[in-house]
């Protein structure tokens, strides 16, 4: 089956630290941009960060700049999210996903082209 399966999420103290996995099954992700989504409740989904295949870059939303890190390891077929300083306003479902193209538009981390998104874990930081 071709999916993709989140885990790590869970309830954190403000300030503290979580990382996000995703394994992707059923193909293999090093061919695709991939990136890591999260929705607040009450609000859109919204890009977090992502890492284009063409040319390697790494984006980051502003609200996570020196907080975050993507990474991937191709051997596992494991993309993670390292998250730090974890703030309430952090609070959210996250996702996973890979696509056709990565990119930052007006601040804005776009995947284009989703192949697969993944399920979903919940992260929640308390005050």
């Known amino acids: 089956e071709v999916q993709l399966v989140e885990s790590g999420g869970g309830l954190v103290q403000t300030g503290g630290s979580l990382r996000l996995s995703c394994t992707a099954s059923?193909?293999?992700?090093?061919?695709?941009?991939i990136g890591w989504f999260r929705q607040a409740p009450g609000k859109e989904r919204e890009g977090v960060s992502c890492v284009g295949r063409s040319n390697g870059r790494t984006y980051y939303a502003d609200p996570v700049k020196d907080r975050f890190t993507i990474s991937s390891d191709n051997a596992k077929n494991t993309m993670y999210l390292q998250m730090n300083s974890l703030k309430p306003e952090d609070t959210a479902v996250y996702f996973c996903?890979?696509?056709?193209?990565?990119?930052?538009?007006?601040?804005?981390?776009?995947?284009?082209?989703?192949?697969?998104w993944g399920q979903g874990t919940q992260v929640t930081v308390s005050s």
């Open positions: 996903a890979v696509g056709r193209t990565c990119t930052s538009r007006m601040h804005t981390i776009v995947i284009e082209g989703v192949y697969r």
């Open positions: 059923g193909f293999r992700f090093d061919d695709y941009a």
